[in-house]
C-alpha cells in the first residue's frame, strides 16, 4: 500500500469528472491506487451488453479453440527463444487433445485470432497436421461461434471473458508461469492447464466432469459479480451517468 502512495497525487489529478468502470474490481484496484472514490461510477461495460441479453439462448455442440494476439503472432518476438519452444509444447500438446476428442467424436471448431497473419506459432500449420478435416475460422463472428459451443478453450484474451459471460465451460492453456489472467484463475471461472502433458485429462474433466463443471459455473458466477456489473444494461446506465454530469 505504502508503494503505491507515491502514485496517488498523480492519479489523483487525472482529468475527468467521472471515470466509468466496469465493476467492483477495478473499483477497488484504482481507489487502492489512489484515485479518489468520489470520481468513480460503476457502469458496467456495454460492449457486452448483447452476449448477456443473448446468454440464454445459447445452446452448445462444437469445442472450439480460440487464438489470441499474443504469444501467437509476430508480436511476440520479445519473448525468449525458450518461453516460444515452451509455448508451442503447449499449443501443440491442446491440438493432440483435440484431436483424441475429435475420435470419440466431439465436434471441433478452431478460429484465429484476427491479427495472426505472420504466427509464429501456425495454427493452420498444427490444424492441417493434427485436424486436417476441422474448420479454421480468422474473420468469423466470434460471439457466434462461441454462443454454439459447449466447452471453450482459449489462450489469455478477451474471449475468455466473452465466453465467462455466455456461461461457457473455459480451459486456458497457461503461457509461462506468471502469465496475465489471475482475475479468471483467482475467481475459479476457468480451468487451467499448467503443463502439456495434462492438456486431454483437463479438457476431459471440464467436458465431462460434473464436479468440476459445477465448480466452474460458480466461478463464472463469482467473477461476474467482482468484474461485471449492470449485465445487459450497461449501456442505459453509462447514459445515465453522462445524462448526470450535463445536468451539472
Not at 462461441?146 to 465467462?164: P, Q, W
Not at 499448467?194 to 463469482?222: C, F, H, M, Q, S
Request: overall charge positive.
Amino acid at each position: 500500500m505504502e508503494e503505491s502512495k507515491k502514485y496517488a497525487k498523480f492519479l489523483s489529478q487525472l482529468i475527468a469528472d467521472k471515470f466509468c468502470l466496469y465493476g467492483d474490481h477495478s473499483k477497488n484496484a484504482l481507489t487502492f491506487h489512489g484515485i479518489p472514490e468520489e470520481k468513480l461510477v460503476i457502469s458496467g461495460c456495454p460492449r457486452y451488453d448483447i452476449l448477456f441479453n443473448e446468454r440464454e439462448n445459447t445452446g452448445g455442440e462444437n469445442i472450439i479453440l480460440m487464438g489470441s494476439g499474443l504469444p501467437g503472432t509476430a508480436f511476440s518476438y520479445f519473448l525468449s527463444n525458450n518461453v516460444i519452444l515452451e509455448w508451442e509444447k503447449m499449443i501443440t500438446s491442446v491440438f493432440l487433445a483435440l484431436k483424441e476428442l475429435k475420435e470419440l467424436n466431439e465436434k471441433i471448431i478452431i478460429k484465429r485470432h484476427p491479427t495472426q497473419n505472420k504466427e509464429i506459432i501456425k495454427f493452420q500449420d498444427l490444424a492441417n497436421k493434427f485436424l486436417p478435416d476441422v474448420k479454421v475460422y480468422k474473420n468469423k463472428n466470434t460471439y457466434k461461434l462461441l454462443s454454439k459451443s459447449k466447452l471453450v478453450v482459449s489462450m489469455l484474451s478477451s474471449v475468455i471473458t466473452e465466453a465467462i459471460i455466455l456461461d461457457k465451460p473455459v480451459v486456458m492453456p497457461r503461457h509461462i508461469k506468471h502469465d496475465l489472467g489471475p482475475h479468471f484463475v483467482g475467481t475459479g471461472a476457468v480451468l487451467i492447464i499448467d503443463k502439456p502433458e495434462d492438456a486431454l485429462t483437463v479438457i476431459k474433466k471440464a467436458l465431462y466432469d460434473d464436479e468440476v463443471k459445477a465448480k466452474l459455473k460458480i466461478g463464472r458466477e463469482k467473477f461476474l459479480k467482482e468484474h461485471l456489473e449492470y449485465r445487459g444494461k450497461s449501456t442505459e446506465r453509462t447514459l445515465d451517468v453522462i445524462k448526470d454530469l450535463l445536468k451539472k
